[in-house]
Structures are given as C-alpha cells and as structure tokens.
C-alpha cells in the first residue's frame, strides 16, 4: 500500500477553480512556509519567488485565495491582518500583548465550532473565533528582569 499522494500547490489551486499563475504559487507556498505573516512580508517572500510584483496583485491574490479556502485570514484587534495556510480546523490563536507574535490554538471545547453561543438568533452557527491574549514567554521573561 503506497501513501496517497500530496497535491501540488497548482493542482490546489486547479482544485479551487483558480487560475494557475506564478504569483499564486509563489503566495500560497509563501504563507505556508511562514507563520501568521503579514501583506509586506507575503509580498517580500513572492518577490524573492518570482520578481515584481504589486502590493495590489498580492491583496487581490490574497483575497481570491482565502474565498476559496486555501488560506486564512485573521486580524487581530489593533494589528494588521495576518494570513495562515492552516484551514479547515476551526482553531484559536494566542497573540502577545507586547511584541504581537501570533500562535495557534487547538480548538477550545470539542469539535468546531468549539463554542456554544448563549442565543444564536437563528443562525447555523459553523465557526467560532477566538483569540487570546497575554504575553510570549520572551516578553514576560523581558518584563520580569
């Protein structure tokens, strides 16, 4: 029995109905390799991909590529918004009050959506959003000393 094999990053996006283009490749595999990164440091790692390309063309790739699911959008209170290749799950994240790093979070209770809303007003509701906060251990340990 052989493992069943990985898509590539073009055959996601095939599988997503997108267009194939060099920038979506080099986005897509740019986030993934990053941690909750941020539009300049997505556009920085494309450009080291594949050359020039706008800060525009990467906001509407970013875009095309979370409605379809490939990719994640969160944007914590007073930060700027922040992409992650880890879809799907329903998990949190954990953001430092200080330095504004960010961490996932398994989901808090059960299965998605993780939490029981006290009135859902009719609503299906599919997904729950939390973030945490508080301090990285390199803060803390800062702020200690």
């Known amino acids: 029995m052989t493992a ?9 996006l ?3 109905g997108l267009r194939v283009t060099a920038a979506r490749v080099a986005l ?4 993934r390799g990053g941690d909750h990164l941020d539009v300049e440091t997505i ?8 050359g020039h ?5 990467v906001y509407e790739a970013l875009h095309a590529l979370t409605a379809a699911g490939l990719l ?8 700027p918004a922040r992409f992650e290749g880890r879809v799907g799950d329903n998990h949190h994240h954990v953001v430092c009050r200080s330095c504004g790093v960010v961490a996932d979070v398994d989901c808090a209770v059960g299965e998605a959506p993780c939490l029981a809303a006290s009135d859902d007003h009719g609503f299906s509701i599919d997904e729950a959003e939390v973030i945490y906060w508080g301090l990285c251990p390199g803060c803390s340990t800062t702020r200690s000393s």
């Not at 556009?43 to 594949?50: F, I, M, P, Y």
């Not at 390309?53 to 063309?57: K, R």
């Open 43 to 50: 556009a920085s790692g494309v450009r080291d991909r594949v």
């Open 72 to 79: 994640r959008r969160i944007e914590p209170a007073g930060s």
């Open 14 to 16: 095939r599988g997503a």
């Open 53 to 57: 390309i706008s800060l525009q063309a």
């Open 28 to 31: 897509l595999e740019t986030v």
């Open 4 to 12: 069943p094999r990985i898509p590539t990053t073009a055959e996601e």
